[in-house]
């Protein structure tokens, strides 16, 4: 089996910066692709980026398309997602996922088989 755990959330004002990590265990997904998504307190879980197994493609949601970045380094089998110019509304626990399927529909949630247990981002004004 394989694990998930996100780290580096927490608390920043508005206009700073954080960057999360997902560090993998139990196997390699080196040949996976991986996607972050958050959700907020009463609202549906959004997609936010994904990177294919390669980091040849990225993709991003409009919403934080030139602020935040996903990256990986399949050798420290881990995952990256920097943020910068945090909103408020970016606010929300952001999950970690892998696809080992490599399906193209990167956007869905139903398309990831691993899952973190979440790490939150509060922004503050």
């Known amino acids: 089996q394989g694990q998930l755990v996100e780290s580096g959330g927490g608390l920043v004002q508005a206009g700073g910066s954080l960057r999360l990590s997902c560090a993998a265990s139990?196997?390699?997904?080196?040949?996976?692709?991986m996607g972050w998504f958050r959700q907020a307190p009463g609202k549906e879980q959004e997609f936010v980026a994904a990177?294919?197994?390669?980091?040849?493609?990225?993709y991003y949601t409009d919403p934080v398309k030139g602020r935040f970045t996903i990256s990986r380094d399949n050798a420290k089998n881990t995952v990256y997602l920097q943020m910068n110019s945090l909103k408020v509304e970016d606010t929300a626990v952001y999950y970690c996922?892998?696809?080992?399927?490599?399906?193209?529909?990167?956007?869905?949630?139903?398309?990831?088989?691993?899952w973190g247990q979440g790490t939150q981002v509060t922004v503050s004004s």
């Open positions: 990177i294919r197994w390669s980091g040849d493609s990225t």
């Open positions: 996922a892998a696809d080992a399927h490599l399906s193209p529909r990167y956007y869905s949630p139903g398309e990831y088989d691993y």
């Open positions: 139990g196997r390699t997904f080196s040949w996976y692709n």
